[in-house]
């Protein structure tokens, strides 16, 4: 019998994030060899897509098209283009928009996350949005739209419907918490994002930070949700010691959502059609 994409869930890694460094875990990759190294690794450990951020030489956070190519080519070289790149064009408090955009233009890469926030922190950046998004779907650049909070999600079901957005699927990302010292998530941080008459996605997954991050992925499987694990957010497994490896986050994820009846699987389940 075929599977139903209904019964499968894309796991992705977000193995380095753009703020902890060797100091917060050794296995903490930077280079392009040790992402590549970890994407192979998470891969086999049931990863269908690694979420990536380059860092310049003092390892700070960077947006640079050469760095990410450099991580791309390592990446797919490794895993044998069995895993999509996601790169991310974050701020972080050091760039605009216009950089933000630049950066995914440059790099054309098979997916990139884009921050509503970032983005769109006002009406005048709509169109430059709307632009770029037309572009990615030319390119076959797949969006992620990372959202904060559900009022985020009802501002961007409004361009949705005002025709900024082409398309009416989407990918989103809930990111349940934030950013703060001993950030710890709870599945429940989820609820505010499908209360009724807030927009219903298509393709939505989840992150979260802290040891619950595996229940929190794990509540959004069974809800029809994807999601996005790994030391970005998270240096915890379930049992609170702390991982080795992003890899063993992935797999230990990867045991929870197979125990509920779902089936970690490729993008397929993901991937938005026309994208």
């Not at 985020?152 to 349940?176: F, K, T």
């Not at 950030?183 to 992150?207: N, T």
Request: one cysteine or more; charged letters at 20%.
């Amino acid at each position: 019998m075929t599977e139903s994409p209904r019964n499968r869930t894309t796991i992705a890694v977000a193995p380095n994030g753009g703020r902890k460094t060797k100091a917060d875990h050794p296995a903490l990759p930077l280079s392009a060899a040790e992402l590549a190294r970890a994407a192979a690794e998470c891969l086999e450990a049931g990863a269908a897509m690694i979420h990536v951020h380059v860092r310049a030489a003092d390892g700070s956070h960077l947006l640079d098209a050469d760095a990410y190519r450099e991580a791309t080519t390592a990446i797919r070289v490794e895993t044998r283009d069995r895993m999509i790149v996601q790169i991310t064009s974050e701020a972080f408090g050091q760039y605009g928009p216009a950089a933000q955009r630049a950066v995914v233009r440059e790099v054309r890469p098979q997916s990139a996350s884009l921050a509503l926030r970032e983005l769109v922190p006002d009406d005048s950046e709509e169109k430059a949005f709307a632009e770029l998004l037309s572009w990615m779907k030319a390119e076959h650049v797949v969006p992620q739209i990372i959202l904060y909070t559900p009022e985020e999600a009802a501002r961007l079901s409004d361009m949705m419907h005002r025709g900024l957005v082409p398309g009416d699927d989407i990918p989103v990302l809930y990111v349940l918490g934030r950013y703060t010292e001993k950030q710890m998530s709870e599945p429940a941080d989820l609820l505010p994002f499908l209360a009724p008459g807030l927009p219903a996605f298509a393709h939505w997954s989840v992150c979260a930070f802290g040891a619950r991050e595996t229940a929190c992925v794990t509540a959004a499987a069974l809800l029809g949700g994807h999601m996005r694990v790994g030391f970005e957010n998270n240096l915890w497994l379930p049992d609170s010691s702390m991982a080795a490896s992003n890899a063993e986050i992935v797999a230990a994820t990867a045991a929870a959502v197979t125990a509920t009846g779902l089936q970690p699987g490729d993008t397929t389940a993901w991937l938005p059609n026309g994208w």
